[in-house]
């Protein structure tokens, strides 16, 4: 199994465990801002100029998102 399939396993693993906590996908805001922050941190403690890099993955989501609002496709 690749690491990539094995990040993909997690995560399927991890939205499954939000579901079972609360299938309101209202309530999962908060695990979404969570997970950000966290991963904003791990980037930060490993290289402060990663910042930078961190806001362009931001801005990138929120083209993504947005096309998503509007389109009804990822």
């Avoid at 396993?9 to 950000?36: C, F, G, K, V």
């Avoid at 910042?51 to 931001?58: D, P, V, Y």
């Amino acid at each position: 199994m690749s690491k990539e399939d094995s990040v993909r396993d997690l995560l399927n693993t991890t939205a499954d465990e939000i579901h079972s906590h609360d299938n309101n996908p209202r309530a999962w805001q908060s695990w979404m801002i969570y997970l950000l922050e966290r991963l904003e941190q791990k980037s930060v403690d490993e290289n402060p100029s990663h910042q930078a890099s961190f806001r362009e993955m931001l801005s990138a989501l929120d083209d993504v998102i947005r096309n998503r609002l509007r389109t009804g496709g990822w």
